[in-house]
Nanobody, 119 residues
Framework: QVQLVESGGGLVQAGGSLRLSCAAS????????MGWYRQAPGKQRELVAS???????NYADSVKGRFTISRDNAKNTVNLEMDSLKPEDTAVYYC?????????????WGRGTQVTVSS
């Protein structure tokens, strides 16, 4: 079993900052990518940011310059620093991990943490 435990969501005013954290535990293989997705009410889940085991990162255009993803490979954690938050950033944020274990690729999700940005 694999667990992804998220923390750090909450309510913040527009222009404020929040930090999300996610820790992976359980039966882990080679973690290829860790990242964050979000889903707002009535919308599809979308990629926010991701980080490979190296130094490669990827961001949604809507968060570039405001959000920063960081990953600790030794601790199997991934963080998301969110600055200059906007009301449109309001969503449930999900931690995601893709790993290869015994030759099979798995895609794991956390339960999600609510981020609400008030105007």
């Amino acid at each position: 079993q694999v667990q992804l435990v998220e923390s750090g969501g909450g309510l913040v005013q527009a222009g404020g900052s929040l930090r999300l954290s996610c820790a992976a535990s359980g039966r882990l293989g080679r973690i290829v990518v860790m990242g964050w997705y979000r889903q707002a009410p009535g919308k599809q889940r979308e990629l926010v940011a991701s980080a490979t085991s190296g130094t490669s990162t990827n961001y949604a255009d809507s968060v570039k310059g405001r959000f920063t993803i960081s990953r600790d490979n030794a601790k199997n954690t991934v963080n998301l620093e969110m600055d200059s938050l906007k009301p449109e950033d309001t969503a449930v944020y999900y931690c995601n991990m893709r790993q290869i274990l015994a030759g099979t690729e798995y895609n794991n999700w956390g339960r999600g943490t609510q981020v609400t940005v008030s105007s």
